[in-house]
């Protein structure tokens, strides 16, 4: 007699069928535990059945193997199996199409979760209003001739720029008087000796003591117009 679908023996019972491999009782008490079913009382109800003859099972050692009653299940005929075949062709065919189907919703979620949402937006057009706000002040600042700079500032800058150039230019003269010293009696060409050290000058860099002097100058007339 069958056991209740309920007790424990109904709940093994089915567990085996449906797994239809060969379990031993840990392997059937930690896949029930959901059922809050011990171990112990796994292991009774494997016995009762197997004694009952609703399972099978085979000793090794002291180790007892279980597995379902094959007689139970129908076993197809060759022409059966072809059926299966091709039915099985047909569900992994549709199983392409289907993983390609989710493949593509997910890359247009991905791509719609890029895009900013309308309230990100309204939040990213108010930080710029703002920015274009407190620009358009600095810019009214400077046309009405608002001095945005502090005096005693201003002065530590210039006569800081005006300490490099001076360095810079004497550097420049120093260079210049040794280079001249080393390669005046030299049978090298000026121009390979000089890639051959590695040595650039300004210029090959694009850079101008010139420019820079001009520079400073100009900020001097403004200064004092």
Not at 166 to 191: C, H, V, Y
Not at 196 to 225: H, W
């Amino acid at each position: 007699m069958a056991p209740k679908a309920d007790s424990v023996e109904g709940i093994v019972l089915s567990f085996v069928n449906e797994q239809n491999r060969p379990l031993n009782s840990q392997n059937v008490a930690d896949a029930l535990q959901k059922y809050n079913l011990k171990k112990t009382a796994v292991q009774k109800a494997l016995d009762t059945l197997a004694d009952s003859g609703q399972i099978s099972f085979k000793e090794y050692g002291k180790q007892k193997i279980y597995l379902a009653r094959q007689d139970q299940f129908k076993i197809p005929n060759g022409q059966e199996l072809d059926q299966m075949k091709e039915e099985n062709s047909k569900l992994q065919e549709e199983q392409k199409v289907q993983k390609k189907a989710i493949s593509d919703v997910e890359a247009e979620i991905r791509a719609l979760q890029s895009n900013l949402t309308l309230e990100e937006i309204h939040a990213k057009e108010a930080k710029l209003q703002i920015e274009v706000h407190e620009m358009e002040e600095k810019l009214k600042k400077l046309r009405s001739g608002v001095v945005l700079v502090k005096p005693e500032d201003k002065k530590v800058i210039e006569e800081t720029y005006s300490e490099k150039i001076g360095q810079w230019r004497k550097r420049k003269r120093m260079f210049k008087e040794l280079w001249d010293a080393i390669t005046e009696n030299s049978p090298k060409d000026i121009k390979e000796f000089k890639e051959e050290l590695g040595i650039e000058y300004d210029e090959d860099v694009g850079v101008s003591l010139q420019s820079y002097c001009e520079l400073f100058n100009l900020s001097k007339k403004r200064r004092t117009a």
